[in-house]
């Protein structure tokens, strides 16, 4: 009888992610997304040629666990410092990685400028529903009822304003081709989102427009819940505010298969 | 080859020494009165294979700056002061990121909306960092003509040389007022010194990031604050320009800069005839400010006549430089209005006569 044993590596850390340990939260969304982008960059032969653009919040710190190129940009000007990069080097690849707060509220005109340019960008949209770094102020996209340390009384739409859809917003604009929303808080989703963020790189690829996918994202520190019913809640709830699914699609890509 | 002798408004001959310098990458947002120069750009740079975009906000314009900066190129943006206002949060992180750009601020009245006029209200702002954090701005401020030129090439050669964002104050009326210039030729990109700390993609390297955030408790972003000391240090001792032209027995000098000196230039002409002996000191870099070259100069010069389109932000420099080895005089018009020769010299007069009529004395 043989002892031999052959053993075949089958899962493992992707290039594009560095070996260090994150600040993440136990259950927060951040670390699944970051190994998607990652896996996503490594499986279409990026890392290399990559420039990447965190947000102000709580991935500030990316470009310690990225393994490529990264720029910092300031609060919600993640896009403009984007622009600057891609229109500088139109052969590399760009991408900003963003949070609510970051690319909705403060970087607003930024967001929908770039798109309306239809610069080639990928961007990946953390929605949370709250500011976490800062320890769980209201966001743009916090829902109606949902409580934050500036909406201690749930957030209310005569006081607040509604939770702003920006992907929609996004999508009227002529320059933006693919806009999806997807969650990381089922397997399902998760594989859809990685679809997804992989044919945003390929907008950029095929010069076709600006490309955005949602991910909503569980916070289990800030909602002040258990992550297992953090990840119910985005199910349940966020998808009733934020339904789940192609919001835009102009780049044939379906059509051509 | 150099050009022809050619004669054009001041935001025109920025933008094109800019094109001669480099830059190859303009954003910025309208706001007169310096209009012309990004209309200038947006046609040029297409001729030159560069990029220009107007950018939906001074803010989101400055951002563009630093991501082009991040990546290696000469990059510029400009405005007039409300504009200049907006991209201070963005000069404040490429000073931190140590960044390399070029701003130019055609100034116009404020604060607030203020007007339209030309105005040097801004030289506080521009000098003492303008934004957040312990920083400096290397300021060059041109007197229009050929020194916008020359001053644009060496505005992008200064930001490369130190990774620091570079600020260039004019006013609007230098923008404005056409003169003769010479353009050097063109200068070859290949030709300049390689950036070995830029991101362009981590191919055959280990991935870079830049970024102004020190969050270690090991004191690290006190040690950068210490390291971009020793480099405005650096800045301060090698990098100080001005003029003087100022006769050895002068009873008086005159201090201005930029539209302000050529005024007060014409002043000190007029006042040849009435045996009046008088010098001018001209700073061309505001930060750092030439406080030796002035130090000493009060020391032959019993009187200093401070001149600003301001109601007083530079005298403060000149008080530092010459404390009490002279008498110092200052005259401070507000933005909005364009003083004359006349005026000047009726400042210059009263100053040499110590009668307080026009001016006052600074009492140090």
């Given at each position: 009888m043989s002892t031999e044993v052959a053993f075949e590596q089958i899962f493992g850390r992707p290039e594009s992610l560095k070996t260090n340990p994150t600040h993440y939260c136990p259950g927060c969304g951040h670390s699944v997304a970051h190994r998607l982008v990652a896996e996503c960059l490594d499986e279409m032969g990026l890392r290399e040629k990559t420039i990447g653009v965190p947000p102000v919040g709580c991935a500030v710190l990316a470009y310690n666990y990225f393994n490529f190129d990264m720029v910092e940009a300031p609060h919600g000007r993640a896009l403009a410092v984007a622009t600057g990069i891609k229109r500088v080097h139109p052969d590399k690849f760009v991408l900003s990685y963003q949070g609510d707060g970051d690319?909705?509220?403060?970087?607003t005109a930024e967001t929908i400028h770039s798109g309306n340019r239809g610069e080639r960008i990928s961007t990946i949209f953390i929605n949370n529903?709250?500011?976490?770094?800062?320890?769980?102020q209201m966001a743009p996209t916090t829902l109606l009822g949902q409580t934050a340390t500036t909406a201690q009384a749930g957030r209310d739409a005569r006081l607040h304003g509604s939770p702003i859809d920006i992907s929609r917003m996004l999508a009227v604009c002529d320059g933006v081709v693919y806009v999806e929303r997807c969650s990381l808080t089922s397997i399902k989703q998760i594989r859809r989102a990685k679809k997804a963020i992989k044919k945003s790189y390929q907008c950029q690829l095929d010069d076709l427009g600006f490309s955005i996918v949602e991910l909503l994202s569980p916070c289990p520190t800030n909602w002040k819940v258990s992550p297992k019913a953090a990840w119910a809640w985005v199910n349940d709830e966020m998808t009733k505010t934020y339904p789940l699914?192609?919001?835009?699609?102009?780049?044939g890509y379906e059509d051509k298969k | 080859m150099p050009s022809e002798k050619m004669l054009m408004i001041g935001s025109h001959v920025v933008a094109e020494a800019a094109v001669r310098a480099g830059c190859r990458y303009y954003f910025g947002y309208p706001i007169t009165p310096q209009n012309e120069l990004p209309e200038y750009l947006s046609a040029r740079l297409l001729e030159v294979g560069g990029t220009f975009i107007q950018g939906e906000s001074e803010v989101s314009s400055i951002n563009m700056v630093l991501g082009a900066s991040a990546v290696g190129a000469r990059t510029m943006t400009s405005s007039s002061s409300p504009g200049v206002s907006l991209k201070q949060e963005g000069i404040s992180y490429m000073a931190g990121m140590e960044l390399p750009g070029v701003i130019i601020n055609m100034m116009r009245g404020g604060p607030g909306l203020g007007n339209i006029a030309p105005s040097a209200a801004d030289y506080f702002q521009a000098t003492r960092g303008g934004a957040h954090g312990d920083y400096r701005t290397p300021v060059l401020a041109p007197a229009g003509g050929q020194e916008l030129v020359d001053l644009t090439f060496v505005a992008f050669d200064l930001a490369d040389k130190y990774r620091t964002p570079v600020m260039l104050l004019g006013d609007g009326l230098m923008g404005q007022v056409m003169e003769p210039v010479i353009f050097p030729d063109f200068i070859d990109l290949k030709d300049l010194p390689e950036k070995d700390w830029i991101v362009d993609g981590c191919e055959g390297r280990e991935p870079r990031a830049l970024f102004s955030m020190f969050l270690g408790q090991q004191g690290e972003l006190y040690q950068h604050n210490l390291h971009l000391q020793e480099k405005y240090d650096k800045i301060t001792a090698e990098e100080m320009r001005w003029e003087t032209n100022c006769p050895d027995d002068a009873e008086m000098v005159v201090v201005a800069y930029g539209t302000a000196a050529r005024i007060a230039e014409s002043a000190i002409e007029e006042l040849e005839a009435e045996d009046l002996r008088l010098g001018l000191f001209r700073p061309i870099t505001l930060w750092p400010f030439p406080k030796p070259a002035l130090r000493e100069l009060s020391k032959k010069v019993p009187k200093v006549a401070v001149f600003e389109?301001?109601?007083?932000?530079m005298v403060e420099d000149v008080i530092f430089s010459v404390g009490e080895r002279a008498e110092i005089y200052f005259h401070g018009l507000p933005g909005g209005i364009i003083p004359t020769p006349a005026d000047v010299a009726d400042f210059l007069r009263s100053a040499a006569k110590g009668d307080g009529k026009v001016g006052r004395r600074i009492d140090v």
């Open positions: 690319l909705a509220a403060i970087g529903a709250i500011y976490g770094m800062t320890g769980g699914g192609v919001i835009k699609d102009t780049t | 389109f301001s109601l007083g932000q």
